[in-house]
T-cell receptor
């Protein structure tokens, strides 16, 4: 079955630095790979989507890369701020049927002043 | 972005009772809604896909008789946890997707509700 791996250990960085989170998957490459932010006790909030034929996508301070050969996506937050502290979830969507979105366990990011 | 609401946000019930959770898409019509469950520090696990006007599709290992799903309209899906037990205590999150012109298998952004914290005593 499909497996999505995100670093389970929290990532602690200093304010202003770039945070880089990793998402690795096994088996089939998804049609879309997405990143979500989740705060404690809240539902996920969509951040970025990248398609299988795209290498990189940017949105403000966020950047996502997608390497289907390595089966890996990297999520970058530049000029990080304490307000960026949250859990970031990687999610894969496979085409066909009703396009189920499958989530990784997430990586907790803590940005310290 | 579009808004998905859930009600209640938090519920505490006694073992053996049934609990209903509502999920609404507030400003768009959702032919497909999804129900997820999340245990502490774990991933969102897809429980079932709810399709308006038809039966829900359950993921492997999810008991359809225990987790009843009704998608009666394009803006409302309900999840009923029947005969709840303490092990059903979890964070339940619904999600909705507005279909593209290409039909239900086309992709569009998926919006999530704020979640419902269920505690079964």
């Amino acid at each position: 079955s499909q497996k999505i791996e995100q670093n389970s250990e929290a990532l602690n960085i200093q304010e202003g630095k770039t945070a880089t989170l990793t998402c690795n998957y096994t088996n089939y490459s998804p049609a879309y790979l997405q990143w979500y932010r989740q705060d404690p006790g809240r539902g996920p909030v969509f951040l970025l989507l990248i398609r299988e034929n795209e290498k990189e996508k940017r949105k403000e301070r966020l950047k996502v890369t997608f390497d289907t050969t390595l089966k890996q996506s990297l999520f970058h937050i530049t000029a990080s701020q304490p307000a960026d502290s949250a859990t970031y979830l990687c999610a894969l969507l496979f085409s066909g049927g009703y396009n189920k979105l499958i989530f990784g366990a997430g990586t907790r990011l803590a940005v310290h002043p | 972005g579009a808004v998905v609401s859930q009600h209640p946000s938090r519920v505490i019930c006694k073992s053996g009772t049934s609990v209903k959770i509502e999920c609404r898409s507030l400003d768009f019509q959702a032919t497909t809604m999804f129900w997820y469950r999340q245990f502490p520090k774990q991933s969102l696990m897809l429980m079932a896909t709810s399709n308006e006007g038809s039966k829900a599709t359950y993921e492997q290992g999810v008991e359809k008789d225990k987790f009843l799903i009704n998608h009666a309209s394009l803006t409302l899906s309900t999840l009923t946890v029947t005969s709840a037990h303490p092990e059903d205590s979890s964070f339940y999150i619904c999600s909705a997707r507005e279909p593209l012109a290409g039909g239900p298998s086309s992709y569009n952004e998926q919006f999530f509700g704020p979640g419902t914290r269920l505690t079964v005593l």
